[in-house]
């Protein structure tokens, strides 16, 4: 049975007609045409669809629309703009990071959640924070040295 859900995506609040268990990806994608967060295994083993709720790196293929509550979501397309990126977006372009970029999202987002948390992480608190994530490209060594400048940019 469908139910009104009031999402605060990005600052903006919408509101979603949806089954409870929906999961948040499919009403920022389907509903919202969100394209950030990506479908990729739909299992919360790849990365490729994480989003922020209230700062935390969430998988969004598998939580349910209820249960983001009054929950604050925030996409790549949230963190920063392309006149005012983010950090971590800057370092990515800077260290030349994107190849076929399908997976990005799930590597900033995790990376950006990491250093809200932890303003200058060692290698091995990146490579612990950053090890659900996947990426077939083998960009790997790139992204470390992007997440690096991102949190010596931020620090």
Request: hydrophobic share 40%.
């Amino acid at each position: 049975m469908s139910q009104k859900f009031s999402l605060n995506v990005n600052g903006n609040v919408h509101t979603v007609d949806a089954d409870p268990n929906m999961p948040l990806l499919y009403a920022l994608r389907d509903d919202l045409g969100l394209n950030n967060p990506r479908f990729g295994c739909g299992l919360a083993q790849c990365g490729a669809c994480t989003v922020h709720i209230n700062g935390v790196a969430t998988r969004s293929c598998v939580t349910p629309i209820s249960a983001v509550g009054n929950g604050k979501v925030v996409t790549l397309a949230g963190l920063g703009t392309p006149e005012k990126p983010h950090p971590l977006q800057a370092a990515f372009v800077e260290e030349q990071v994107p190849q076929c970029g399908y997976c990005l999202n799930g590597w900033v987002m995790t990376a950006a959640a990491l250093l809200d948390k932890k303003k200058k992480p060692s290698d091995a608190e990146i490579k612990d924070a950053l090890a659900g994530v996947k990426c077939r490209c083998g960009t790997h060594v790139a992204i470390m040295r992007a997440v690096k400048r991102a949190a010596a940019m931020m620090g």
